[in-house]
């Protein structure tokens, strides 16, 4: 069926360095695609979001490329900071279905 | 507050008993969510509602799941003779805009249900 997933479920970094975060997905009529940043014990918040007639998005720290051609995803934090420390989830959806599919989520982890 | 307001934030069943999650959206958004997330998982959708119409229930997982949302603003999301595999938090979220142009979802801080 449709899908969203993700290839790493965790990445370590060193803080100040940039973090790349990657996500696959699978519904080709998707036009909308989010990601968040959810923190332990708490609901998954909004980063950033893009449409599929784009195919870069900045903004503060944070952009988001999507290649349709390959159904990828991606998210890229510069100069990463240990409040960045979560787990990274994307999200897509269509005009059609109006909800968000999730996938798996990625654990984000700043060394000092 | 000014955000999307779950409770209980912590509920624990014996299995077999129901349980009943609220959910108070941003006042005035339109579009309310119900997400179910595993441990170590994404939120899955539940259901869908469009001020006080269901739109979208296909993701809850049995007849024992039933949501409402009768003024179109709280919402309860009911679950009956819970089982062990109903164990997760439950996440509310809400959005101004309709489900044709979804947008940012606002999300609560989740009810975590756990069943004995």
């Known amino acids: 069926g449709e899908s969203v997933g993700l290839h790493l479920p965790t990445l370590s970094v060193q803080e100040g360095d940039n973090s790349i975060i990657n996500c696959a997905y699978s519904n080709s009529a998707s036009d909308y695609f989010i990601w968040y940043k959810q923190e332990s014990g708490k609901g998954p918040q909004f980063i950033i979001d893009?449409?599929?007639?784009?195919d870069k998005r900045q903004g503060q720290r944070v952009t988001v490329l999507l290649n349709k051609t390959v159904k990828h995803l991606s998210l890229q934090i510069a100069a990463t900071q240990p409040g960045d420390s979560a787990v990274y989830f994307c999200a897509e959806t269509s005009r059609q279905g109006g909800k968000l599919i999730f996938g798996q989520g990625t654990e984000l982890s700043v060394k000092p | 507050g000014a955000g999307v307001s779950q409770s209980p934030r912590y509920k624990v069943a014996k299995r077999g008993q129901d349980v009943a999650l609220r959910c108070d959206p941003i006042?005035?958004?339109?579009?309310l969510f119900w997400y179910q997330q595993a441990l170590g998982q994404g939120p899955e959708f539940l259901t869908y509602?469009?001020?006080?119409?269901?739109?979208?229930k296909s993701g809850l997982p049995s007849d024992r799941f039933f949501a409402e949302r009768p003024e179109g603003s709280v919402s309860t999301l009911k679950i009956q003779r819970t089982q062990q595999e109903d164990s997760a938090v439950y996440l509310c979220?809400?959005?101004?805009?309709?489900?044709?142009?979804?947008?940012?979802?606002?999300f609560g801080e989740g009810s975590r249900l756990t069943v004995l």
């Open positions: 006042s005035g958004h339109v579009s």
């Open positions: 979220a809400s959005s101004p805009r309709t489900a044709s142009n979804t947008g940012e979802l606002f």
């Open positions: 509602f469009q001020n006080e119409a269901q739109l979208d």
């Open positions: 893009i449409r599929s007639n784009m």
